[in-house]
């Protein structure tokens, strides 16, 4: 096992890293003053991963979408009880996920955190199914897919993942659909368990009051050591060009809901993951509240409550958003892409460039005031193979000729889609 201090003198603060000898990784950040902890255990599987194979396999597999969703469901069962029960017990809030590209495990208490650090271990490393339980949680998940089917919220986000992606599996619902689910055995999940719950592919950031021994006590304790996997993901050539240009789903919604999408290249999952950070600024540099943009379409009364940026990176995609209402979201959309081409030939402002600037660092700052929220970056950084304190110094570090250079490159209205949901 080995043991690193990992510290960072701009902000003055340290963690500990552990690779343990089961071949885990174990990220763990003590905060004086604290009363709670958050632990979660991730493994680099999400709903993107329906193709792949590993070194022992003579050929890729292709398993049906949703099924790493569905094995997250499934992950809480045991012979000796639901693991929900066992949280009960010791008081600990516990809950699960499933993203695009990571499945996490995660809880968070007060006390008796040496039981709970346990239980989570145990949990998600004793997989438990059945033909019986399988078939029973597709009526569940079929419902949650319906539910997800009717909401606006969700319909008008991955109608717009489905407009910019031909080939990436970015596209795809995260739960799969109904009939995909329904493809979904035991075997299958144990599969896909077997390869992507692979210790050597998993990581535990924990963040808060607490004491690393206790977590390397129990790792100890409940792990066994996994044999080194080489896992290889297929992975489709995205072409440049969006799907489709503007996509309108009807439901009913008081008012016009819509995201604009403008696709980036691939430029592999570390740099995709720093580009996301400049990627933030510029949207804000060119649509947030303080920009002309944003004050004509209010006072044009083209959008009510405000619109919100967003930039999503992965393995192999990156992607900027802009959300909002509005009555004309076809005027909406024409006025952005101007405003991002307006500031490609007008640069961004020094000002505007420094407001940017501290506002970000200060939003990522923020993420080291809460157990959570440190657990949960810690995490994403490590499988994107960023380490949490390059975040800050991303940022701290940041030039104005970076960002014109990414808004270059970028933000391209050919390469742009607009998802609607109306009435």
Same mark, same amino acid.
């Given at each position: 096992? +080995? ?16 690779? @343990? !000898? ?9 905060? *004086?003053?604290? %009363? ?41 069962? =045991? ?31 007060? $006390?008796?955190?040496?039981? =709970? ?18 078939? *029973? ?12 089917? $009717? ?57 808060? &009051? ?10 100890? +304790?409940?792990? *066994?050591?996994?044999?080194?996997? @080489? ?63 944003? @004050? $004509? ?22 992607? %900027?958003?802009?959300?909002?209402? %509005? ?21 961004? !402002? ?6 940017? +600037? ?49 808004? &270059?490159? $970028?933000?391209?209205?050919? &390469? =742009? ?7």
């Amino acid at each position: 096992m +080995k043991q690193e201090i990992v510290r960072n003198q701009r902000i003055g603060e340290e963690y500990l890293r552990v690779e @343990h !000898s089961s071949g885990l990784t174990m990220l763990l950040y003590p905060m *004086k003053g604290f %009363s709670t902890s958050y632990a979660m255990f991730s493994t680099k599987y999400g709903s993107v991963d329906t193709c792949f194979k590993t070194d022992k396999d003579s050929d890729f597999v292709t398993v049906p979408e949703g099924i790493a969703h569905y094995l997250e469901h499934k992950m809480f069962e =045991s012979e000796d009880g639901d693991a929900f029960e066992k949280y009960a017990k010791t008081g600990a809030s516990a809950n699960a996920f499933t993203s695009f590209d990571k499945t996490a495990y995660l809880f968070a208490c007060s $006390d008796n955190f040496k039981e =709970s650090i346990e239980i989570l271990l145990d949990c998600v490393t004793h997989p438990y199914f059945t033909k019986e339980t399988v078939e *029973k949680e597709q009526g569940i998940i079929s419902q949650e897919i319906r539910m997800y089917d $009717d909401d606006p919220g969700w319909r008008v986000m991955f109608n717009l993942l489905e407009s910019m992606y031909q080939k990436n599996t970015v596209k795809l619902d995260i739960a799969g659909t109904v009939e995909s689910i329904a493809k979904i055995d035991a075997d299958l999940l144990y599969r896909c368990y077997h390869t992507f719950y692979n210790l050597n592919n998993m990581v535990l950031t924990v963040a808060g &009051n607490f004491d690393p021994q206790d977590v390397i006590n129990a790792a100890d +304790k409940i792990l *066994k050591p996994a044999e080194p996997i @080489h896992i290889e993901k297929k992975i489709e050539d995205e072409p440049t060009e969006v799907a489709r240009k503007r996509f309108v789903q009807h439901l009913p919604v008081a008012t016009p809901m819509f995201y604009i999408g403008f696709k980036s290249p691939n430029a592999g999952e570390r740099q995709n993951f720093c580009n996301m950070i400049f990627d933030e600024m510029i949207i804000d540099a060119v649509t947030g509240e303080m920009t002309k943009l944003y @004050h $004509d379409l209010y006072q044009d009364g083209l959008i009510n409550g405000g619109m919100v940026g967003e930039t999503m990176a992965g393995r192999d995609y990156l992607c %900027s958003m802009i959300s909002g209402e %509005s009555k004309d979201p076809d005027e909406v959309c024409c006025r952005v892409q101007k405003a991002f081409e307006q500031a490609k030939q007008d640069g961004i !402002s020094d000002e505007m460039f420094a407001r940017v +600037k501290k506002s970000t660092y200060g939003r990522y700052l923020g993420l080291f005031s809460k157990p959570d929220s440190i657990a949960s970056a810690m995490s994403n950084c490590y499988f994107s193979n960023v380490d949490i304190y390059e975040l800050i110094e991303i940022v701290a570090n940041a030039t104005k000729e970076q960002l014109m250079q990414r808004l &270059n490159e $970028d933000f391209s209205a050919e &390469n =742009s889609s607009l998802s609607i949901v109306m009435a």
